[in-house]
Every structure is written in C-alpha cells, then in structure tokens.
C-alpha cells in the first residue's frame, strides 16, 4: 500500500457524460500528480500541483480540469467525455517536487462506452 | 527533449536467475532524477528504485539494483534471483528538469518470470 488513495476504482460511463476522480496523496506530501495510462499514448503526465497552485501542466485536454483542496486531496473533472478518454488514471504524490520517491495510488479505471 | 528508451518491450527470465532490464535516457540537463516502476498485472504502479544524476553510488533496494552509467546515459534496473512474483511490466521514467517533479515515462518492458 502506497499511502495514496484514489476513489473510485472503477468507473463505466457513457460519451458526453462527466465524471470526477478523487485523490488523497501520502500523509506530509504536499505534491500530487496526475497521469494517464492508455494503450496506444503510454503513461502520460497531466498536471500537478503543489501546496494547493497548480505547478505544472502537461497534454491535458481543455475538456479536463484539476484542482487541490486546503487539506491537499486532489479532483481530476474529465467532462464532454469520448471513447478515447478510457484509460487508467493515476495520481501520484511526493513531499516536494525534488523528492526522491513519487508514490503512485492504485489507479482509477474509466472506461467510456 | 527529455526522452526515456526502453527497447526491450518483453523478455523472459528463468526463476532464481537474475535479468537486467535496459533504460537509455536522454537529457542535456546536470541534475536529473531517474525512477523504476513495477506494474503487475492488477494495474497499480509500485515505486522500486530511484537514482539521482549527482550520487556516485549506484542505487540498491533489496533485489533491486540500478547500473548507472552517467556516460552512456544509461540507467538499467538489475532485478537478482527472480521470483515468479517479479513477472509484470517495468517502467523506467526521468524527472523533468526545472522544479515541477514531472516524470517522463519510457514504454515499458513485460517481464515474465518462468518457474
């Protein structure tokens, strides 16, 4: 068990349809990650945050937003979703952005049909 | 641009033997980290090993080890006495340079472990 929580394990929905994921990084990691595994593009990096700002920003669809609370859970929207948009989801977290562990939760699975 | 190879996408190891799993990096960056990820098949990503460009040591957790050779700008991870418990997909990655802890991902090698 990594320490990071992601809710829910698994999600089926439909096209046009949105849905939120929920992250809750490591006790004391104030950084957390959100990355996409999916067949044909790998395991990409979306975005982070730190301490609550948004820190960095990678191929994330404008269709997607993210946020991170004051108690440093973390929500991915994923909205207007497509057939393309199923993959796995990963939050990861660390203490700070030069740590030298990023500790991945176990993943939230979407499949849209 | 930061990129991380794999070229192995699958390989196979006898149990108890030991298999290195090849990591090429590239990056005109001094200060880099690199990290091992472990994915078996229930999909979660386990962190095994991390190396920074600065240690002059090569990393060791458990059966794990990292070959790090600055020069070739190679990082392989060394997995001794392989388990059948090893059998899962390997992911090499590298920090991004600047401060945002981003990690670049390469695309993997399937390792299956044979009793």
């Known amino acids: 068990d990594s320490g990071v929580t992601q809710t829910p394990k698994h999600l089926i929905t439909a096209t046009g349809q949105r849905v939120t994921l929920r992250c809750s990084p490591r006790?004391?990691?104030?950084?957390v990650y959100w990355y996409q595994q999916s067949l044909d593009q790998g395991l990409q990096f979306l975005i982070q945050?730190?301490?609550?700002?948004?820190?960095a920003k990678g191929n994330i669809l404008e269709r997607f937003s993210a946020q991170q609370f004051p108690d440093l859970h973390s929500e991915l929207n994923l909205s207007s979703l497509e057939l393309g948009d199923s993959a796995l989801y990963f939050c990861?977290?660390?203490?700070?952005?030069?740590?030298?562990?990023?500790?991945f939760g176990p993943g939230t699975r979407l499949l849209v049909l | 641009a930061q990129k991380i190879t794999q070229t192995q996408p699958g390989m196979f190891v006898q149990e108890k033997e030991a298999v290195t799993l090849d990591c090429t990096y590239d990056?005109?960056?001094?200060?880099?980290?690199l990290f091992w990820y472990k994915q078996p098949s229930s999909g979660e990503m386990i962190f095994l090993i991390y190396?920074?460009?600065?240690?002059?040591q090569n990393a060791t957790e458990g059966r794990y080890s990292l070959n790090f050779q600055k020069a070739r700008k190679s990082a392989n991870l060394v997995i001794s006495a392989s388990q059948l418990g090893d059998s899962a997909m390997y992911f090499c990655?590298?920090?991004?340079?600047?401060?945002?802890?981003?990690?670049?991902f390469g695309q993997g090698t399937t390792l299956q472990v044979k009793p």
């Open positions: 990861a977290s660390s203490v700070d952005p030069r740590a030298e562990t990023q500790y």
């Open positions: 006790s004391g990691d104030l950084s």
């Open positions: 945050y730190y301490n609550g700002e948004e820190r």
């Open positions: 990056t005109s960056d001094q200060s880099y980290g």
């Open positions: 190396q920074g460009s600065y240690d002059e």
């Open positions: 990655a590298m920090r991004e340079r600047g401060n945002t802890g981003k990690l670049i």
